[in-house]
Protein backbone atom coordinates (compact mmCIF):
# COMPACT_ATOMS: atom_id res chain seq x y z
CA UNK A 1 0.00 0.00 0.00
CA UNK A 2 2.88 2.46 0.96
CA UNK A 3 4.44 1.82 -2.24
CA UNK A 4 1.47 2.23 -4.26
CA UNK A 5 1.04 5.80 -2.52
CA UNK A 6 4.69 6.56 -3.51
CA UNK A 7 4.29 6.19 -7.00
CA UNK A 8 1.20 7.52 -6.92
CA UNK A 9 2.83 10.81 -5.58
CA UNK A 10 5.17 10.59 -7.96
CA UNK A 11 3.60 10.17 -11.08
CA UNK A 12 1.84 13.13 -9.34
CA UNK A 13 4.53 15.71 -8.59
CA UNK A 14 6.17 14.52 -12.24
CA UNK A 15 2.74 15.79 -13.78
CA UNK A 16 2.69 18.90 -11.99
CA UNK A 17 6.24 19.63 -13.01
CA UNK A 18 5.91 19.18 -16.59
CA UNK A 19 2.68 21.05 -16.83
CA UNK A 20 3.01 23.67 -19.95
CA UNK A 21 3.39 26.89 -19.10
CA UNK A 22 -0.08 29.32 -19.49
CA UNK A 23 -1.12 31.86 -21.51
CA UNK A 24 -1.43 34.05 -18.83
CA UNK A 25 2.13 32.72 -16.80
CA UNK A 26 3.68 34.27 -20.22
CA UNK A 27 1.78 37.37 -19.68
CA UNK A 28 2.73 38.06 -16.38
CA UNK A 29 6.45 36.55 -16.70
CA UNK A 30 7.19 39.36 -19.35
CA UNK A 31 5.77 41.98 -17.39
CA UNK A 32 7.77 40.99 -14.56
CA UNK A 33 11.05 40.81 -16.73
CA UNK A 34 10.53 44.26 -18.11
CA UNK A 35 9.94 45.32 -14.75
CA UNK A 36 13.40 43.77 -13.95
CA UNK A 37 15.01 45.43 -16.78
CA UNK A 38 15.11 42.22 -19.04
CA UNK A 39 13.60 43.40 -22.08
CA UNK A 40 15.02 40.24 -24.04
CA UNK A 41 13.54 37.83 -22.02
CA UNK A 42 10.10 39.71 -21.95
CA UNK A 43 10.37 39.61 -25.98
CA UNK A 44 10.98 35.85 -25.91
CA UNK A 45 8.04 35.12 -23.18
CA UNK A 46 6.08 37.43 -26.08
CA UNK A 47 6.87 35.35 -28.75
CA UNK A 48 6.00 31.96 -26.76
CA UNK A 49 2.57 33.23 -25.81
CA UNK A 50 1.90 33.76 -29.47
CA UNK A 51 3.68 30.75 -30.59
CA UNK A 52 1.69 28.27 -28.06
CA UNK A 53 -1.32 29.69 -27.60
CA UNK A 54 -2.09 31.82 -31.13
CA UNK A 55 -5.87 31.57 -30.46
CA UNK A 56 -5.88 33.34 -26.85
CA UNK A 57 -7.13 36.18 -25.90
CA UNK A 58 -3.93 37.53 -24.62
CA UNK A 59 -1.97 36.97 -27.86
CA UNK A 60 -2.57 40.27 -29.52
CA UNK A 61 -1.85 41.89 -26.38
CA UNK A 62 1.23 40.03 -26.33
CA UNK A 63 1.90 41.17 -29.55
CA UNK A 64 1.08 44.95 -28.66
CA UNK A 65 3.15 45.19 -25.83
CA UNK A 66 6.13 43.63 -28.02
CA UNK A 67 5.51 45.84 -30.25
CA UNK A 68 5.46 49.24 -27.68
CA UNK A 69 9.29 47.44 -26.66
CA UNK A 70 10.82 47.73 -29.77
CA UNK A 71 9.06 51.29 -30.65
CA UNK A 72 10.57 52.30 -27.56
CA UNK A 73 13.67 51.47 -28.56
CA UNK A 74 14.38 49.34 -25.69
CA UNK A 75 15.75 46.19 -26.90
CA UNK A 76 19.32 46.27 -26.98
CA UNK A 77 21.73 45.39 -29.94
CA UNK A 78 19.28 46.58 -32.46
CA UNK A 79 19.60 49.95 -34.59
CA UNK A 80 16.87 52.19 -33.85
CA UNK A 81 15.81 52.12 -37.49
CA UNK A 82 15.69 48.22 -37.22
CA UNK A 83 13.62 48.49 -33.95
CA UNK A 84 11.21 50.69 -35.52
CA UNK A 85 10.52 48.51 -38.81
CA UNK A 86 10.01 46.07 -36.03
CA UNK A 87 7.51 47.41 -34.19
CA UNK A 88 5.35 48.64 -37.29
CA UNK A 89 5.53 45.38 -38.86
CA UNK A 90 4.62 43.86 -35.26
CA UNK A 91 1.66 46.21 -35.27
CA UNK A 92 0.35 45.65 -38.55
CA UNK A 93 0.65 41.20 -37.98
CA UNK A 94 -1.88 42.28 -35.33
CA UNK A 95 -4.46 43.37 -37.40
CA UNK A 96 -3.59 40.79 -39.93
CA UNK A 97 -3.78 37.66 -37.42
CA UNK A 98 -6.39 39.00 -35.01
CA UNK A 99 -8.50 42.03 -37.05
CA UNK A 100 -11.50 41.27 -34.75
CA UNK A 101 -9.46 42.14 -31.18
CA UNK A 102 -9.97 45.09 -29.55
CA UNK A 103 -6.45 45.48 -30.43
CA UNK A 104 -6.20 45.69 -34.28
CA UNK A 105 -7.49 48.90 -35.41
CA UNK A 106 -4.89 50.95 -33.27
CA UNK A 107 -2.39 48.61 -34.03
CA UNK A 108 -2.61 49.15 -37.80
CA UNK A 109 -2.57 52.93 -37.45
CA UNK A 110 0.37 52.74 -35.35
CA UNK A 111 1.97 50.68 -38.22
CA UNK A 112 1.04 53.61 -40.43
CA UNK A 113 2.20 56.32 -38.19
CA UNK A 114 5.18 54.30 -37.35
CA UNK A 115 5.73 53.88 -41.62
CA UNK A 116 5.12 57.06 -42.38
CA UNK A 117 6.66 59.34 -39.64
CA UNK A 118 9.57 57.67 -38.44
CA UNK A 119 10.45 55.29 -41.17
CA UNK A 120 9.29 57.61 -43.81
CA UNK A 121 8.25 54.15 -45.61
CA UNK A 122 5.50 55.64 -47.47
CA UNK A 123 4.70 52.69 -49.56
CA UNK A 124 4.32 50.87 -45.99
CA UNK A 125 2.13 53.46 -44.49
CA UNK A 126 0.02 53.36 -47.19
CA UNK A 127 -0.37 49.98 -47.21
CA UNK A 128 -1.72 50.06 -43.30
CA UNK A 129 -3.17 53.07 -43.85
CA UNK A 130 -5.96 52.15 -46.84
CA UNK A 131 -6.13 48.76 -44.93
CA UNK A 132 -6.95 50.40 -41.92
CA UNK A 133 -10.11 52.77 -43.75
CA UNK A 134 -11.07 49.98 -45.40
CA UNK A 135 -11.77 47.54 -42.41
CA UNK A 136 -12.52 50.33 -40.16
CA UNK A 137 -14.33 52.81 -41.55
CA UNK A 138 -16.05 53.76 -38.55
CA UNK A 139 -13.48 53.67 -36.40
CA UNK A 140 -12.28 57.22 -34.40
CA UNK A 141 -8.60 57.02 -36.21
CA UNK A 142 -10.32 56.88 -39.85
CA UNK A 143 -10.55 61.03 -40.17
CA UNK A 144 -6.70 60.74 -38.58
CA UNK A 145 -6.07 57.74 -40.99
CA UNK A 146 -7.22 59.92 -43.99
CA UNK A 147 -5.47 62.82 -43.04
CA UNK A 148 -2.25 61.10 -42.73
CA UNK A 149 -2.44 59.88 -46.88
CA UNK A 150 -3.48 63.43 -47.39
CA UNK A 151 -0.32 65.05 -45.86
CA UNK A 152 2.18 62.23 -46.16
CA UNK A 153 6.08 63.25 -46.84
CA UNK A 154 4.82 67.08 -46.20
CA UNK A 155 6.68 69.21 -43.62
CA UNK A 156 4.68 70.84 -40.96
CA UNK A 157 4.92 74.23 -42.53
CA UNK A 158 3.62 72.50 -45.91
CA UNK A 159 0.55 71.03 -44.08
CA UNK A 160 -0.24 74.13 -41.84
CA UNK A 161 0.29 76.28 -45.75
CA UNK A 162 -2.36 73.31 -47.43
CA UNK A 163 -4.77 74.09 -44.68
CA UNK A 164 -4.66 77.88 -44.58
CA UNK A 165 -4.93 77.78 -48.79
CA UNK A 166 -8.05 75.28 -48.46
CA UNK A 167 -9.67 77.69 -45.64
CA UNK A 168 -9.17 80.77 -47.52
CA UNK A 169 -11.35 79.13 -50.74
Known sequence: MKKE???????????????????????????????????????????????????????????????????SNMVKNISKEESLKKAADIFYSVAEKYPKSKQAPQSLFMAGFIYANELQNYEGAKKAYNLFIKKYPGHDLSASAKDELENMGLTPDEILKRKTATSEK
Open 5 to 71: LSVFTIIIFLLLGCSKTSDKEYLDKASEDIKNGNISEAIIAYEKLVEEYPESNLAAEALVKEATLYH
